[in-house]
């Protein structure tokens, strides 16, 4: 246990007390909620499962880890103190420093005390006369609330595929997103790792500095881009402050949330020679910029085409054996799912102590005693990391029992795929809330520029709520059918919904097929929200109010209205279909 975490164990579980609000999950969307509704005389209390704050930052404690979108830009932006006084010492930082970060919040803003660490909610349930929340966890408590605001996390649920004898498997079994906070040492051991995606790309190099042997197990092979990332200087710093406040306004200009310079123009517009000098410049750059070297690359098939042709002959022009090279290339849509960064991915595997099992047309077969089984090879190692992933986006929700009105459970309600309007509501909950649910655009954004907005566009409906008496506030069911129609179709003008990908959720079988987050650029998405809220909260019924005309007082939400013409984000270039969306 670090100096950080608190020791819950002999705590006495809580009965009977009823808060305005309860947060489930103290990452960074569960801190900042509880900070905001502070600051509006809100009682809340926040339930973490883990013994810290951070949540992703908490978790995911494997060799490698770190942000792939820049830190100065990767950080929250509501206190320009705050952005002054933190000190980032690398473009993308690891995990200890952004978890140290996530500790500096919570003893900055006081939020501990209102935090309840190694407890897991279990249960959520409407009571429809008394119009609150009754919220039960593993730790024997039971709360109640006005409302219940699910802060769970997007990436927080990991997936363990049950390979055939898991158990018979002698040595140790890691998952990235559950890593053991004393760390692991793999020094002369021989070890598995399983998947390829962001989490394998980063700890890959790392493990294989250290392993004896490596072997990889890869499914499907993942795009990825040189993160090159940098120690940042005193003076970059400097300099890089002075100007935060225009960072902070151009990056919520910005279809990510976060800024990069980019291209609009198209890509088949081009000549091959320039499209070529434009792609190694963007290659130069590094990381998810890459991707803004054009306007069309997720748009235009052909487009993808060629920047997909560019990334191919790197790979092989870094991997030295042929046949390697050829299976570390993918063949599907450029950036179709997530992008990697990474540091010396594809550089690993000329060591002479890694290699590459490809399980895409035979899968893992089994684990044995002695290690993993593949088109009847064993493939003996010491210890396995599972690079899997995670049951994205819904995977927290499924394991809370949550019971909205007429005994309506959320998990019936979302079996055919998640229901929510903004992605932040579900009609039959009322008073429920989801930060960065589904059908916003959550994952699809800088993360922490997501929650921000969500979280500030809350407060905002909750102090209104509060102002004009109303007892509850439900999305309309045809409201959110609408916006679920809308969140599908836009998906479909996008490349990123041709392949399998956690974004639709087929990385988990018996998961239906649904593009999760709205792919439809983040400003234009808050100016949605900022329209529902001036309508009057327009798509959500608000009831136990007297008529009133008193209108929503905007605290908060005022800092995410953008001029939709700034730069590129305009709706003309959306029609066109030339705006990157990393
Ligand atoms: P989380 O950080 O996931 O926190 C949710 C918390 O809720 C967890 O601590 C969990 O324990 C808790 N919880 C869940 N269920 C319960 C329950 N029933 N009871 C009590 N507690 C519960 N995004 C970016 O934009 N840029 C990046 O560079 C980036 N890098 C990432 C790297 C990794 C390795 C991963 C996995 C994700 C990354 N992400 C990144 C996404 C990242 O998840 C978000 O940026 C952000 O940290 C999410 O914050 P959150 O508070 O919403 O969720
Ligand atoms: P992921 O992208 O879902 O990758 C999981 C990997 O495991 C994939 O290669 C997958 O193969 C493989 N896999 C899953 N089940 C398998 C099985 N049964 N057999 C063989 N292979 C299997 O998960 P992740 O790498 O943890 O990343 C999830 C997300 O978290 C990222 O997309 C990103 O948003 C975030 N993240 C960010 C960073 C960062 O750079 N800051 C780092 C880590 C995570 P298939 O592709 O074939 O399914």
């Known amino acids: 246990m670090d100096a950080r975490t608190i020791d819950r164990g002999t705590r006495l579980a809580e009965t009977g007390t009823s808060y305005d609000a309860i947060v489930v999950g103290a990452g960074f969307a569960g801190m900042y909620m509880l900070h905001r509704?502070?600051?509006?005389?809100?009682?809340?209390?926040?339930?973490?499962?883990?013994?810290?704050?951070?949540?992703?930052?908490?978790?995911?404690?494997?060799?490698?880890?770190?942000?792939?979108?820049?830190s100065m830009q990767y950080s929250f932006s509501f206190s320009e103190e705050l952005d002054q006084e933190w000190s980032w010492s690398e473009k993308y930082s690891p995990q200890p420093e952004i978890l140290a970060y996530a500790d500096h919040i919570a003893d900055r803003f006081d939020l501990r005390r209102d935090i309840v660490f190694d407890t897991r909610v279990t249960r959520a349930t409407f009571d429809e006369k008394a119009k609150c929340w009754h919220i039960e966890t593993d730790r024997g408590d039971k709360v109640s609330a006005k409302f219940c605001i699910m802060a769970v996390g997007c990436l927080s649920a990991p997936n363990r595929p049950r390979f055939e004898g898991i158990d018979d498997f002698k040595g140790p079994v890691y998952h990235t997103g559950e890593w053991?906070?004393?760390?692991?040492?793999?020094?002369?051991?021989?070890?598995g790792v399983i998947g390829t995606g962001s989490s394998a790309i980063q700890s890959i190099p790392v493990i294989a500095k250290q392993a004896a042997q490596l072997t990889v197990f890869q499914r499907t092979a993942t795009w990825s881009v040189p993160a090159w990332n940098e120690a940042?200087?005193?003076?970059?710093?400097?300099?890089?402050?002075?100007?935060?406040?225009?960072?902070?306004?151009?990056?919520?200009?910005?279809?990510?949330?976060?800024?990069?310079?980019?291209?609009?123009?198209?890509?088949?517009?081009?000549?091959?020679?320039?499209?070529?000098?434009?792609?190694?410049?963007?290659?130069?750059r590094g990381g998810l910029p890459f991707l803004g070297a054009f306007g069309d690359l997720l748009f235009e098939k052909a487009a993808n085409d060629t920047i997909a042709d560019f990334a191919r002959r790197k790979i092989r022009s870094?991997?030295?054996?042929?046949?390697?090279?050829?299976?570390?290339?993918?063949?599907?849509?450029?950036?179709?799912?997530?992008?990697?960064?990474?540091?010396?991915?594809?550089?690993?595997?000329?060591?002479?102590?890694?290699?590459?099992?490809?399980?895409?047309?035979?899968?893992?077969?089994?684990?044995?005693?002695?290690?993993i089984v593949v088109d009847g090879i064993e493939y003996p190692v010491d210890a396995i990391v599972s690079a899997t992933g995670f049951a994205a986006m819904t995977g927290a929700f499924d394991k809370i029992a949550i019971t909205g009105r007429n005994g309506l459970t959320l998990a019936e309600k979302w079996r055919a795929g998640p229901r929510s309007y903004l992605g932040l509501a579900s009609a039959g909950f009322p008073n429920l809330f989801t930060i960065t649910g589904?059908?916003?655009?959550?994952?699809?954004?800088?993360?922490?520029?997501?929650?921000?907005?969500?979280?500030?566009?809350?407060?905002?409906?909750?102090?209104?709520?509060?102002?004009?008496?109303?007892?509850?506030?439900?999305?309309?069911?045809?409201?959110?059918?609408?916006?679920?129609?809308?969140v599908n179709e836009v998906s479909k003008v996008s490349l990123r919904s041709t392949c399998s990908s956690w974004y639709v959720g087929t990385n988990i079988p018996g998961r239906p097929r649904v593009f999760m987050p709205y792919i439809g650029g983040f400003p234009i998405y808050v100016q949605k929200c900022n329209e529902v809220m001036s309508n009057g909260f327009d798509g959500f019924v608000l009831e136990g109010a007297a008529p009133t005309n008193i209108?929503?007082?905007?605290?908060?939400?005022?800092?995410?209205?953008?001029?939709?013409?700034?730069?590129?984000?305009?709706?003309?270039?959306?029609?066109?279909?030339?705006v990157p969306v990393v």
Request: aromatic share 10%.
């Open 37 to 70: 509704l502070r600051g509006i005389g809100f009682t809340a209390k926040v339930f973490e499962a883990g013994g810290g704050v951070g949540g992703t930052w908490y978790w995911n404690r494997y060799p490698g880890a770190r942000c792939d979108v820049e």
């Open 180 to 191: 053991p906070h004393e760390g692991v040492d793999f020094s002369g051991l021989r070890v």
């Open 232 to 284: 940042l200087t005193a003076e970059y710093l400097k300099a890089a402050k002075a100007e935060y406040p225009a960072l902070r306004a151009k990056a919520r200009a910005r279809p990510t949330g976060f800024y990069f310079p980019f291209n609009i123009t198209p890509a088949l517009d081009a000549s091959p020679g320039e499209r070529e000098r434009l792609y190694e410049e963007a290659w130069a």
């Open 318 to 371: 870094i991997v030295k054996d042929p046949a390697v090279a050829d299976l570390l290339c993918p063949d599907n849509v450029f950036g179709c799912k997530r992008l990697c960064v990474d540091t010396g991915y594809f550089e690993t595997y000329n060591l002479p102590h890694v290699r590459l099992v490809d399980v895409s047309k035979k899968p893992i077969e089994r684990f044995t005693v002695n290690g």
């Open 438 to 486: 589904p059908g916003s655009p959550s994952v699809l954004a800088s993360m922490i520029q997501a929650i921000e907005q969500h979280v500030d566009w809350l407060v905002d409906c909750l102090g209104h709520l509060r102002d004009i008496g109303a007892s509850t506030i439900e999305a309309r069911l045809e409201d959110e059918d609408a916006w679920v129609e809308h």
């Open 551 to 578: 209108a929503p007082k905007v605290r908060y939400t005022e800092r995410w209205r953008v001029p939709l013409d700034i730069e590129v984000i305009s709706p003309a270039a959306v029609a066109a279909k030339r």
